[in-house]
């Protein structure tokens, strides 16, 4: 099937383009937002060609399709739409499903979200070029005074040296403040100056970066209904870069430098001290983790980690997840007689290498449910084998086979992999699970 068709199967199936108020994407999935939630035709919907499987989230329906796949097909599915009758803009029922779907725990991850997100394909780019000069120098160390080299290393380390600045735009703006402000005020922080002052450039990394974001937002707000009209454009960017980074500098960074040690210190610590112990519950534990959104919380400690020690211990640790789905969904392709799961299985097991274990989650364990524990028992057994070395990795948004070249250790990060593939097999094997018919 073509993307467009595709998309039409889809709008039918979702009650017709009159019944879907919105229609947007992640990396994976089409996200619609729709008038009646009765009209969904999920199970036909499982059946079309490059759908993995769905997911119900409440004020949004999910259809997994992959990457690449879900942005393409969400284009189709809006180019069709653009074309419908005018319908009404169904401002009131979405105003509804989003003050229903507002909890703080929610609007605090659609934050983080909001603001490391959009850094997610520079670090992924960075990070491999990053990893390919490694691996390049130990094979062959001569390399290293190749003018090439030099240059790469400068694209690889081009994310993390301006991140402050990319963290500080994009936290004021997910702060109501103008973008801008958030990155001058990242950029005072972070100015190599400060060290003729006697202070520390960068205290406190990007956790001092989001609190001085937010609190210039917070005050230019304030300052827009005080100043009049005809000196606002003036006098509130100045008096906002004023007092926010007087207060970054003289409190912000002593705080943020005091929370980012702690969180550095406890997540190094637990798994030094713990080891195999703790990394085989966090991995183990991941998979509902990702399920109910919660490790979007985990990205900007990734982030800060990178800054204090150049790698996350944590990642290679929690990618052992999707590792042991890998396993627990080839148990599955061999167990198995129904031949779409096999075609299922066998569409999302090349992209859950590479580490986009959505369509594997919804497509293929969590609705047969046991291997969905196989899956996070086989990841338990490859977080075990990275806590015990300690392997850390200088990049995110990116996980499984790929990861390992950005890795401070390829050959265990490798080990840890092929023990999550054979543990998440074996457990899914010994568990079982009912076959569905045909």
Known sequence: MTNEEIAQALIKNLGGAENILTAGNCMTRLRVQLSDKSKIAADAIKKIEGVSGTYDAGAEFQIILGPGKATNVTNAVNEILNKRPQIGDGKALREEIKAKNATPAKLF????????????????????????IGVALKISPELADSQTIKLLSIFGNAVFW????????NAAKVFGGTPILGGVLAAIMTHPALSDLGLVPGRGGIISVVLVAALGAWLESKLHKII???????????ITVLISGAAAIFILQPVGGTISETIGNLATGAIASGGAAVGFVLAGMWLPLVMFGVHQALTPIHVDLISQYGVTILLPILAMAGAGQVGASIAVYFKTKNKFLKKTVASALPVGIMGIGEPLI???????????????????????????????????????LPLAATTNNIPVYLIGVVVSYVAGFAATWILGFEDPAE
Request: with cysteine; charged share 5%.
């Open 362 to 400: 919804y497509g293929v364990t969590f609705p047969l449910g046991k291997p969905f524990i196989g899956a996070c028992i086989g990841g338990a057994f490859g977080g075990a084998v990275q806590a015990s070395f300690m392997v850390g990795a200088a990049t995110l948004g990116i996980s499984g």
């Open 109 to 132: 991850l659609k934050k983080i979200a909001g603001i490391f997100t959009p850094l997610i394909p520079g670090f992924i780019a960075c990070g491999l070029i990053t990893g390919v």
């Open 228 to 238: 009049p009209e005809m000196f606002d454009l003036f006098l509130t960017p100045l």
């Open 162 to 169: 301006g991140m402050n600045l990319f963290v500080g735009y």
